[in-house]
């Protein structure tokens, strides 16, 4: 009955608040209370789905895997709290959110996780994630993610829209409209554009 939940840390490993946390082993929130409202307990995405605004994109960040039990899980919409769990991985984006992935947690929800996929395959990402396919593959990416396929490939992101109120998908075909193979897209104004190497670190 355990859950895992992904959350980062400044390079030293304190959280908002000042709080620290261990780099392995158990953690428990010194102010718990279960109502669920923000603060007072241990704050995270829940298998690394959810509003990936609230982590710490920085190059020096630490993130952090924990299991927790599933009962002890207040849900706040878009993150999680709870009062103890037990930090299982401490790394970077990359292994953290593969390491999520590789215990489950479905790949089109973790937030920032890298997904590559060979010729013909399919490569999908969270929000924030990076996916790239091979040649006639197709690579999906969630809100603020990028994705780039090769010859013949698809390029699908996700994006917001304000005027609608609704979720809607940028889709681009290698070899037409000047989308070109090898390329990271991402979404500006409903449009895809090519995704420059700052763009994506500041994602």
Request: net charge negative; charged share 25%; hydrophobic share 35%.
């Amino acid at each position: 009955n355990k859950v895992l939940v992904l959350r980062t840390c400044a390079a030293d490993l304190t959280s908002h608040g000042g709080y620290r946390w261990p780099e392995s082993g158990p953690v428990e929130a010194p102010d718990w209370d279960p109502w669920p409202v923000c603060g007072h307990g241990l704050h995270g995405l829940l298998r690394g789905a959810g509003d990936g605004g609230l982590l710490d994109w920085s190059a020096e960040a630490k993130w952090l895997v924990v299991e927790v039990d599933a009962d002890d899980i207040v849900d706040l919409g878009g993150k999680c709290k709870f009062r103890r769990g037990v930090v299982v991985h401490c790394g970077d984006r990359l292994s953290a959110t593969k390491y999520l992935v590789e215990r489950g947690a479905d790949p089109a929800r973790v937030v920032g996780y890298i997904a590559t996929a060979g010729d013909g395959g399919i490569a999908t990402a969270g929000n924030y994630g990076i996916a790239t396919a091979g040649n006639y593959g197709i690579a999906t990416a969630g809100i603020w993610g990028t994705a780039t396929a090769g010859n013949r490939g698809i390029v699908v992101v996700h994006y917001w829209d304000e005027r609608t109120r609704r979720m809607r998908l940028a889709v681009g075909y290698v070899g037409e409209d000047g989308i070109e193979p090898d390329q990271p897209y991402r979404v500006e104004g409903g449009k895809l554009v090519p995704a420059d190497d700052e763009a994506q670190e500041e994602e």
